[in-house]
């Protein structure tokens, strides 16, 4: 259901001629075909949806899909590319005042840490993690908290 409302959300953007509303609803069929296991569709729809936002100067719309897809190639096995993806975004919401999302690239690049055999410096950027979260009075990882304690889990052993 959620699928083909996203794709009737697309189709509306289009038919309207909106470049931001076409932009949205791409990110929004990438979430609904990355949690529907289709990953190589969840990316060319953040891909489009990421070269829209770059073309009419949607920064927050390209920083949240450029944050997306790197969870997407980390899902498919791309460390690398996902890893680019996350610093890309984590500067860009940086550059756009953006830090109060900055936790979820910095939980990103520390999971990929822990992929690639280096705790320390998973735990390094957990630290900056929650230390971002405290200094905006957020709660610890209030987003994703499984990722925190898969990570903070991992660093243990």
Avoid: N
């Amino acid at each position: 259901a959620a699928m083909s409302l996203a794709r009737e959300a697309l189709a509306a953007a289009r038919l309207a001629g909106d470049a931001g509303e076409t932009a949205w609803a791409l990110q929004l069929l990438g979430i609904e075909r990355h949690a529907a296991g289709d990953l190589t569709g969840a990316v060319a729809a953040y891909e489009e949806a990421l070269a829209i936002f770059r073309g009419a100067g949607g920064r927050w719309g390209e920083v949240d899909t450029m944050e997306r897809l790197a969870r997407t190639t980390r899902a498919l096995g791309e460390p690398r590319r996902a890893a680019a993806l996350y610093g890309q975004a984590l500067s860009l919401r940086s550059d756009v005042g953006g830090v109060g999302g900055m936790h979820s690239e910095l939980i990103g690049l520390a999971d990929l840490a822990l992929e690639a055999g280096q705790p320390e410096s998973a735990a390094l950027l957990l630290g900056a993690a929650d230390a971002f979260d405290a200094r905006l009075g957020y709660a610890p990882f209030r987003q994703r908290p499984t990722v925190k304690d898969h990570t903070q889990a991992a660093i243990r052993r």
